[in-house]
C-alpha cells in the first residue's frame, strides 16, 4: 500500500528502518499492512508515522445512443 510521510520523522530525528533514512514530510513509499501497521501508532514511541494514501478509481459509464429509422409508406392514389 502506499503512504506518506508525516512531519514525525524530522520533529523526533528518527531514521526508518527499512529506509534508513530521516524522511521528509509529504514523502511517498511503499509498505506492506504490518510495517503500515506499525508506522500507524503501533510502535514503541506511539506516534503516527505515516498516512495512507487512499486510491480513486473512476470507471466510466457509456450510455448507448440508438437511433431509430422509421419508414413512411406513402401510397399514391389515382
Known amino acids: 500500500m502506499k503512504v506518506k510521510a508525516t512531519n514525525k520523522y ?3 530525528s528518527i531514521q526508518d528502518n527499512e529506509l534508513g533514512r530521516i524522511l521528509e514530510e509529504g514523502e511517498v513509499f511503499e ?3 504490518e ?3 506499525v ?4 510502535n514503541q514511541y506511539k506516534e503516527v508515522f505515516v498516512e495512507e494514501i487512499k486510491e480513486i478509481v473512476e470507471t466510466a ?3 448507448a ?4 429509422a422509421v419508414k413512411k409508406l406513402v401510397r399514391k392514389t389515382k
Open 61 to 63: 459509464t457509456v450510455k
Open 31 to 33: 509498505v506492506t499492512k
Open 39 to 42: 508506522l500507524n501508532g503501533n
Open 35 to 37: 510495517r503500515f501497521d
Open 65 to 68: 445512443k440508438s437511433e431509430k
Open 10 to 12: 524530522k520533529e523526533l
